[in-house]
Every structure is written in structure tokens, then in C-alpha cells.
T-cell receptor
Framework: DGGITQSPKYLFRKEGQNVTLSCEQN?????MYWYRQDPGQGLRLIYYSQIVNDFQKGDIAEGYSVSREKKESFPLTVTSAQKNPTAFYLC??????????FGPGTRLTVL | AQKITQTQPGMFVQEKEAVTLDCTYD???????LFWYKQPSSGEMIFLIY??????QNATEGRYSLNFQKARKSANLVISASQLGDSAMYFC???????????????FGQGTELSVKP
């Protein structure tokens, strides 16, 4: 089946550690996105990539890094510089001008 | 700057009745798209309906329709014949189109939690 997969579903991190969230899509979409969602809030854009080997900062990029070495993959690293990383992280991909398809999300908790 | 406002933090509706979820937006882009997503408790975002700013008719998708009033900058979602499975968070979102696309970035509202009563 075509779609977007994110792993892991739940992730626990100690303070000071970097962690990487996986996002893979087999939809052959050029554009991919990472959003952050805090409880009771809408989604905010962290990073996006419109093409392989290129990515742009979104509204809340500080403390995060990404790479886009393959069209199918857009991993997000939450670094120790991110002051409040506990949140729900959603990856999305898009082709054309309309619908963004979302993955199932990763819930990150800092212990 | 673009902004989406959803003024209803929570809504209740009786099963089989219709419900309207409010969404107002602000943008200076002449060409834009409006989206509604459903987020069940499991967390995934499910696309429901899309309306382009130049579309002459209101969008409909099954039990979902979008009441688009461009002059008032509103894009309300109407769910007809509510079902228990409709209980979820609903998000209104917006994006510029064409040269205003900004990489496809979506701007989201705060969401409305809908509860359907049996």
C-alpha cells in the first residue's frame, strides 16, 4: 500500500540527547514536511523539503535538523538545543497543489 | 501574514444531526487553498475537503461540505448526519497557491473538538 510511515510511534529521550525521527513515503512525492503539535494546539511547521538535497526552515526550526538524501526519506533530528521537545511530531508529503498526506505521527517525551 | 482562527474549542452534536464548525482566515495572497482535516484520538491527520479561492462552487465530499464565503473570509465545515465516528478534533488550514505557495506550507488553526452524542 502507498503511504507514509513514521517510526517509532513512541519515543523517550533523556535531557541532553539527540534523537532522530524517521519518515518514509512511497507515494513518489517531491515535497515533504515536518510539523510539531503541542496539546490542544494546531500544527506548526518545523522544516520542509521540495526536492532531494534541498530543505528550508519552517516557523520553529530552532533545535531541529533534517536531511533529504533520498526522495523517499526525510528524517528529523531533535537536538539537545531544543528546549522543550516533548510533543507530537507529524510528517507529511505532497505532490501538486493540493492535499498533504500525513503519517501516523511520533510522540516524543523527554524524561 | 496568514492566519486561521477557529473560535469553537469544543462542540457537541446529537447523532444524525448536522453540525457547522467555524473557520475564518486572513491572508493577503490573491490565490489560496483552504483545507479541513480530522484528527481522531489516534493522532493521524485525515484530509476531508479542499476549497480553492477561485472555485465558484462550494466543495462537497460525501457528508462534508465547505461553506465558503470569500468576502467574509470564512470557510466553515458542515457535517451532515453526524455519526459517532465523527467525534474527533477538526482543523482548518490554509496555503497560498502558485507563486504564493511558500513551499506548500500549511497554516493551521487551533482546532475544534467535536463530540457526537448517541
Amino acid at each position: 500500500d502507498g503511504g507514509i510511515t513514521q517510526s517509532p510511534k513512541y519515543l523517550f529521550r533523556k535531557e541532553g540527547q539527540n534523537v532522530t525521527l524517521s519518515c518514509e513515503q512511497n507515494l513518489n512525492h517531491d515535497a515533504m514536511y515536518w510539523y510539531r503539535q503541542d496539546p490542544g494546539q494546531g500544527l506548526r511547521l518545523i522544516y520542509y523539503s521540495q526536492i532531494v538535497n534541498d530543505f528550508q526552515k519552517g516557523d520553529i526550526a530552532e533545535g531541529y535538523s533534517v536531511s533529504r538524501e533520498k526522495k523517499e526519506s526525510f528524517p528529523l533530528t531533535v537536538t539537545s538545543a531544543q528546549k522543550n521537545p516533548t510533543a507530537f511530531y507529524l510528517c507529511a508529503s505532497q505532490t501538486g497543489n493540493n492535499e498533504q498526506f500525513f503519517g501516523p505521527g511520533t510522540r516524543l517525551t523527554v524524561l | 501574514a496568514q492566519k486561521i482562527t477557529q473560535t469553537q474549542p469544543g462542540m457537541f452534536v446529537q447523532e444524525k444531526e448536522a453540525v457547522t464548525l467555524d473557520c475564518t482566515y486572513d491572508t493577503s495572497d490573491p490565490s489560496y487553498g483552504l483545507f479541513w482535516y480530522k484528527q481522531p484520538s489516534s493522532g493521524e491527520m485525515i484530509f476531508l475537503i479542499y476549497q480553492g479561492s477561485y472555485d465558484q462552487q462550494n466543495a462537497t465530499e460525501g457528508r462534508y461540505s465547505l461553506n465558503f464565503q470569500k468576502a467574509r473570509k470564512s470557510a466553515n465545515l458542515v457535517i451532515s448526519a453526524s455519526q459517532l465516528g465523527d467525534s474527533a478534533m477538526y482543523f482548518c488550514a490554509m496555503r497560498g497557491l502558485g507563486i504564493y505557495n511558500q513551499g506548500g506550507k500549511l497554516i493551521f488553526g487551533q482546532g475544534t473538538e467535536l463530540s457526537v452524542k448517541p
